[in-house]
Nanobody, 132 residues
Framework: QLQLVQSGGGLVQPGGSLTLSCAAS????????IGWFRQAPGKEREGVSC????????NYADSVKGRFTVSRDNAKNVVYLQIDSLTPEDTAVYYC?????????????????????????WGQGTQVTVSS
């Protein structure tokens, strides 16, 4: 089983930046697609980004495209989510999660953010609060 430990959340002013980390153990990270999800108070959890070991395979929700950047360091077994130009609407608990079967999904190869059920192993979540 893949274990994911998250860090990097905190309180940030609007317009600021933050980098979240998702450190993996148990298996080599490149065997998984990694998704980033967030859940704001009173709202449904939504996928915001994902990445896999396929070269250049990243995806972003329209609401965060251009502000969020996902990257992977396979040597360190860590996936990062850099968040720029933060707004209060970005306030949420952010989760990373692993999809061990991303090579054999009916929706297509690579990573997806629209199919939350594909992600089996989840990090503990980290709070991001954007406030002046």
């Amino acid at each position: 089983q893949l274990q994911l430990v998250q860090s990097g959340g905190g309180l940030v002013q609007p317009g600021g930046s933050l980098t979240l980390s998702c450190a993996a153990s148990g298996f080599t990270l490149d065997r998984y697609a990694i998704g980033w999800f967030r859940q704001a108070p009173g709202k449904e959890r939504e996928g915001v980004s994902c990445t896999s070991s396929f070269p250049g395979n990243t995806n972003y929700a329209d609401s965060v495209k251009g502000r969020f950047t996902v990257s992977r360091d396979n040597a360190k077994n860590v996936v990062y989510l850099q968040i720029d130009s933060l707004t209060p609407e970005d306030t949420a608990v952010y989760y990373c999660a692993g999809d061990p079967y991303y090579l054999d999904r009916s929706e297509g190869y690579g990573c997806h953010i629209s199919y939350e059920s594909d992600y089996i192993d989840w990090g503990q979540g980290t709070q991001v609060t954007v406030s002046s």
